[in-house]
């Protein structure tokens, strides 16, 4: 991908994961108070703490939603290839999207698949982008680096 396209796709992604962590939030947040004002019980479970699960889930994953946008802007600013604790938040994030979108297809209906595989889409073309990049540096900086010349040399 070209140097110009990795900016606005890492760009894209981070605004994107960041409204996604809105909406896990507050659709959470509403879960919870569904579940505190019907007094609903799910196997003999106190219905109050169901409703401080379903919101301290929802913040922890709104949360993670929020870090995983975060590594994303940052890529975007800095134009280069996000760290090892980077890469390994992302590459799950790309999983974790990958089967919320093989369950949403099922229980929620193709718009919300498709929501979900844009996502992964940024998130993986971000990664690729950024790797590309960082081995044809390594490649063209490595004998310079390491202080190896690849003229020949009389003795």
Not at 63 to 74: D, H, I, P, Q, V
Not at 117 to 124: D, E, F, R, S
Request: net charge neutral; aromatic share 10%; with cysteine.
């Amino acid at each position: 991908m070209d140097a110009v396209a990795r900016r606005p796709v890492a760009w894209t992604g981070a605004v994107v994961l960041w409204a996604e962590a809105v909406g896990i939030a507050l659709l959470n947040w509403f879960l919870g108070l569904v579940v505190d004002k019907q007094d609903m019980s799910m196997g003999g479970l106190d219905p109050h703490a169901m409703s401080i699960g379903a919101w301290i889930a929802g913040g922890l994953f709104g949360l993670y939603l929020a870090l995983c946008g975060l590594t994303l802007a940052r890529t975007g600013a800095r134009d280069r290839a996000p760290g090892r604790f980077g890469k390994i938040l992302l590459i799950s994030a790309a999983v974790v999207h990958a089967l919320l979108g093989a369950f949403a297809v099922g229980l929620v209906g193709w718009t919300a698949f498709f929501f979900m595989m844009v996502v992964l889409g940024l998130i993986v073309l971000t990664l690729m982008a950024y790797d590309k990049q960082e081995s044809e540096d390594a490649g063209a900086a490595g004998g310079a680096v390491r202080g190896v010349s690849t003229s020949p040399t009389t003795p």
